[in-house]
């Protein structure tokens, strides 16, 4: 069967189904917030979901309801396996092309015979059964919210979906500051609020729960702040020692690009992580304006996102890649000049 239309969708979950919701690799506040709404959500009307996440993500997420109820691909790869084969049906939320969620969940989840349901807001999504795709939506969460709504369902909404949405609505737009975020986001939230997502407590969940090693980090981050005034660009690097030094753990570099960002005159940031494990250096990129950082990183450095968020790595050293980052610049001057519009 294949399942186009919302239509199709609605009929065949009318129905109890077994469902596995996927997010990316590296899962954000988006991926863990828009899988755990929509399991939350799916639970509710009779179906069996699963959520099978690639690896780990960041402690101020464990908090999130239901997080305990997800299989880890990398550490629980039987049941994860298990679920993935067995399932009637895959959504995969917050990313556009397998290979995002890593090699191995990749190969089993090509290997998949029934349809895939895409809900996600990046820039030119791969095909698949159900789209739903829409690149001006400031979230995941946001689409999941509409989802529900196509669904008829919005009555349903309870505190548990509101708080995971809230939470992936809230840390993809900056706390609803990035020009993603329109008046529909705002209402969005309101009604989120109204059903029992407590704001104060998820920013505080998030945002509050600082280690000292993170602040340390951020510290040494600062510290290795570059500004680039020529090409209205500022940059970061973290080497793996200085992590090392600042007992790093997953989720500790979250956001530190912004503060590159918040440089005045600025339209470029860029933060490069050593990443000794996976022997890249992962790359996160933002801008203000026409600049799109999607296409940049695309094209330079095997990578993607949105057009003032984006992401990418490189196999060559810091260094290495400093120098082709700052030629990349010299290249694209007039674009970065020009790309200011506010
Ligand atoms: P972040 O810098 O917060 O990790 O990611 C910013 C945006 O870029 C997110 O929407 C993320 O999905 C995307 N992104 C990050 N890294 C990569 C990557 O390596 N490849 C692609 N295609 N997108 C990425
Ligand atoms: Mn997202």
Known sequence: MILKQIKELKTFLDTPKRVVIVGHRNPDGDAMGATLGLFHYLKKKGHKPTVVVPNEYPKFLHWLPGS????????????????????????LLDFNALHRVGH??????????????????HQEPDEFAYMYSDTEMCSTCQMIYHFIEKMGDIHLLD??????????IMTDTGSFRFRSTTSLTHKVIAHLIDNGAENHRIHSNVYDSSSFG????????????????????????????????????????EGIVNYALSVEGVILAAIF?????????KISFRSKGTF??????????????????????????????????CDLLEDNKEQLIHSYDS
């Open 68 to 91: 305990k109820k997800t299989f880890r691909f990398d550490w629980q790869n039987s049941q994860s396996q298990k679920a993935i084969k067995n399932s009637d049906i895959i959504f």
């Open 104 to 121: 191995d969940m990749q190969s089993t989840l090509e290997k998949y015979q029934n349809d895939f349901a895409l809900i996600d807001h």
């Open 159 to 168: 505190s548990d979906i509101a708080s995971c949405l809230y939470t992936g």
């Open 214 to 253: 993170r602040l340390q980090l951020l510290g040494q981050a600062l510290s290795n702040l570059k500004v680039l005034p020529e090409y209205k660009t500022a940059y970061i690097t973290l080497t793996e020692d200085e992590k090392e030094a600042n007992n790093f753990v997953k989720g500790d570099t």
């Open 273 to 281: 992580i050593e990443d000794k494990e996976q022997q890249i250096i």
């Open 292 to 325: 799109s950082v999607n296409k940049f990183a695309r094209k330079h450095f095997n990578g993607g996102g949105h057009d003032n968020a984006s992401g990418g790595k490189s196999d060559l050293s810091m260094d290495e890649t400093l120098i082709k980052f």
